[in-house]
């Protein structure tokens, strides 16, 4: 009888070790955001000890990050379909989700979020782009990209800066076709505060100033000729 119950309990405490290493295992892998397979793990600890409630509210836990972070792989396929009306819901819907979670293993499901929350902030504002005419209404766009993180908020931002140049340059043209340089001077300066590098801007500057103080020459030359004429007369 001795012997069948330090076989009994040697079996028990031989279950017990292998239930702590699948949960540490799970938790590792959960804490990765592997959660599949730490889901896995979870199961089969599950197998051997069916009633233990760590195990249990482990993969209760585990099994809604799982679930979040499969709704923002959705978010992200809407998103590169350009479904953005289906991918903000989803996104808004993990948000709801992830406020009352404050667990690590959610920590890989709010960098997800955060990413896609930025995804789709980019791509609101690259929609609107084309619509945009006025350096004012891409000037706003340019504050709000401006503020985002990530290779997709940099490229959006430098089309944003591209059109703004290119707008800046158009109007300024139109400004020294009527001769109202300093106008012009201004939107290029304009054009400049947001696109400093922009060669074609800064050219243009200088051929502004240029015909500026060319215009002004001759309007010197031509007082003076009248000046003369009138001195001549008298």
Do not use: C
Request: charged residues 30%.
């Amino acid at each position: 009888m001795g012997a069948l119950l330090t076989f009994y309990y040697k079996q028990e405490m031989s279950i017990n070790a292998e239930v702590k290493t699948l949960h540490q295992q799970a938790e590792q892998a959960a804490l990765e955001g592997k959660y599949k397979e730490a889901l896995q793990l979870l199961d089969s600890a599950l197998m051997k000890r069916p009633n233990y409630d760590a195990l249990i509210q482990d993969r209760q836990i585990t099994t809604m990050a799982f679930n979040l972070m499969n709704q923002l792989d959705e978010a992200s396929t809407s998103l590169k379909t350009g479904k953005l009306s289906a991918g903000d819901k989803s996104i808004q819907a993990v948000a709801k989700a992830l406020k009352e979670r404050k667990e690590p293993v959610f920590a890989k499901v709010l960098a997800a979020f955060n990413n896609r929350k930025v995804t789709l902030a980019v791509l609101k504002v690259k929609k609107e782009i084309d619509s945009l005419t006025t350096i004012e209404a891409l000037a706003e766009k340019l504050d709000t990209v401006s503020n985002l993180k990530g290779k997709e908020a940099e490229t959006v931002e430098k089309q944003i800066v591209d059109k703004l140049a290119s707008i800046s340059y158009k109007e300024a043209e139109q400004q020294v076709k009527q001769k109202n340089f300093t106008t012009a001077l201004q939107t290029v300066d304009q054009g400049l505060s947001y696109a400093p590098e922009n060669e074609k801007l800064t050219s243009y500057r200088e051929r502004v100033l240029s015909e500026k103080r060319h215009l002004k020459k001759r309007k010197r030359i031509a007082f003076n000729w009248r000046s003369n004429r009138l001195q001549k007369k008298i």
